[in-house]
């Protein structure tokens, strides 16, 4: 089962515009995390948002969390070409003391030059 | 900084064959996890391991298997290979509860698997 459900599923904009991308998850969650992939590589971790936090930032990166509604945004703030890439956000959830961390099928971010 | 290493980058394996694919993290970090990866899918747990010799099955542990002998490493098998599981499989590592609550997860670079 998805936890995480990325929106939009593909998204191209202009270098220097902003880019938004949403996640809705189900159940109750610890935390939430945002990753990148470039193309066949693996992910790499960008930022995580804990369940009591609402709002964080890193660089030109900005997260909110509405636990009501279930939903996280990732902002990227005047996008680069070598954004290009793909966001999944993960929720994870402890179980019996360990962790058990579920994706979403990601946003791809197409950024023009 | 964390490394996650999988052996193969690429595999090709034919119907019916046993195989292997191995992960080994230098972090000392307690939980790792195996996910495939297909397109329009996402990832998908297979399995994951907060302990050595511990194991908890993923959403889609059919048909896979995994071994957890030494803390550094997590092997994941596939016991008689079938076509619908050619996938990219990728290996991750994070801390366990103890020493790092909301740990994220280091990924290695993957492996592509494909079943002939």
């Known amino acids: 089962s998805q936890q995480g459900e990325e929106d939009p599923q593909a998204l191209s904009i202009q270098e220097g515009e902003n880019a938004t991308m949403n996640c809705s998850y189900k159940?109750?969650?610890?935390?939430l995390q945002w990753y990148r992939q470039n193309s066949g590589r693996g992910l790499v971790h960008l930022i995580l948002?804990?369940?009591?936090?609402r709002e964080k930032h890193s660089g030109r990166l900005r997260v909110t969390l509405d636990t009501s509604k279930k939903s996280s945004s990732l902002l990227i703030t005047a996008s680069r070409a070598a954004d290009t890439a793909s966001y999944f956000c993960?929720?994870?959830?402890?179980?019996?003391?360990?962790?058990?961390?579920?994706f979403g099928a990601g946003t791809r971010l197409f950024v023009k030059a | 900084d964390v490394k996650v290493t999988q052996s193969s980058r690429y595999l090709v394996k034919r119907t019916g064959e046993k195989v292997f694919l191995e992960c080994v993290q230098d972090?000392?970090?307690?939980?790792m996890f195996w996910y495939r990866q297909d397109p329009g899918l996402g990832l998908r747990l297979i399995y994951f391991s907060y302990d050595v010799k511990m194991k908890e099955k993923g959403d889609i542990p059919e048909g896979y298997s995994v071994s957890r002998e030494k803390k550094e490493r997590f092997s994941l098998i596939l016991e008689s290979a079938s076509t619908n599981q050619t996938s990219m499989y990728l290996c991750?590592?994070?801390?366990?509860?103890?020493?790092?609550?909301?740990?994220?997860?280091?990924f290695g670079n993957g492996t592509r698997l494909t079943v002939t």
């Open positions: 991750a590592s994070s801390w366990g509860p103890l020493r790092g609550r909301n740990s994220p997860l280091h």
């Open positions: 948002i804990r369940s009591n936090e």
């Open positions: 972090m000392d970090h307690e939980n």
């Open positions: 159940t109750s969650i610890n935390n």
């Open positions: 993960a929720t994870e959830g402890g179980v019996r003391g360990g962790f058990k961390t579920i």
